[in-house]
């Protein structure tokens, strides 16, 4: 089944380096990150997952969980933390789905249905480099998805929920290169008559259709 944005985030259990999970009760009333990994024991999954340790001080601030996943099982998982640790300085403080059964992989479409669970490569699994993002109400919200050969850009990430996360608070848009404190779009939904009303200190009319305000509070 094809994810799209605005979907409900399929739903599943599945046992983590920190229990069994039931994910939708595991979101909570929180926002959520799932970011997938084809193997463990790959290099660049490996400075991903210390790096993602590194930021979650900042999702935290964000009311949002994050949550990795690799196609094998969390026996592994648990092997796998100590060498993050040793390399990136930075263990992993956050959970790890274990899905040797290829079950995720392929409820979020980032598998072929038809694939097999056993032995398998992180070649075989090379699809498997997904990020969602998860409102509270357990839509996707943004999707982004790397080849093997490239190391996610988490930062980008983190800036993206700022962006969806004010959306969703204050029903505005971002621009091109966006950065919080940076000005915002207000969309074409919102009329002139109420813009004025929402913004009484003012905002610049570049086009009928562009209209650029101070980000809100």
Not at 10 to 34: K, M, Q, V, Y
Not at 88 to 95: D, L, M, S
Not at 203 to 217: C, D, E, F, G
Request: net charge negative.
């Amino acid at each position: 089944m094809a994810i799209r944005i605005g979907d409900e985030a399929p739903d599943f259990t599945a046992d983590t380096t920190e229990g069994t999970i039931h994910f939708h009760e595991w979101i909570g009333d929180s926002w959520a990150i799932l970011f997938s990994h084809p193997k463990d024991f790959t290099p660049v999954c490996t400075t991903e997952l210390g790096y993602m340790a590194k930021l979650k001080p900042e999702f935290d601030k964000r009311h949002t969980k994050i949550i990795g996943l690799s196609i094998d099982p969390v026996s592994d998982h648990k092997a796998w933390v100590g060498d993050i640790a040793e390399t990136q300085g930075h263990p992993v403080n956050y959970p790890m789905i274990g899905d040797a059964d290829l079950n995720v992989a392929k409820l979020y479409d980032m598998i072929h249905p038809n694939a097999s669970p056993g032995p398998r490569t992180a070649v075989d699994n090379a699809t498997v480099r997904s990020v969602f993002l998860i409102g509270p109400d357990k839509k996707v919200k943004a999707m982004l998805v790397y080849p093997m050969s490239a190391g996610r850009n988490f930062d980008e990430v983190l800036r993206l929920l700022d962006a969806l996360q004010l959306n969703a608070k204050h029903t505005v848009a971002t621009p091109v290169n966006w950065r919080p404190g940076d000005d915002v779009i207000i969309p074409t939904s919102v009329s002139d008559e109420e813009a004025q009303k929402k913004y009484p200190e003012g905002y610049k009319t570049l086009k009928p259709y562009l209209r650029m305000v101070a980000q809100p509070k």
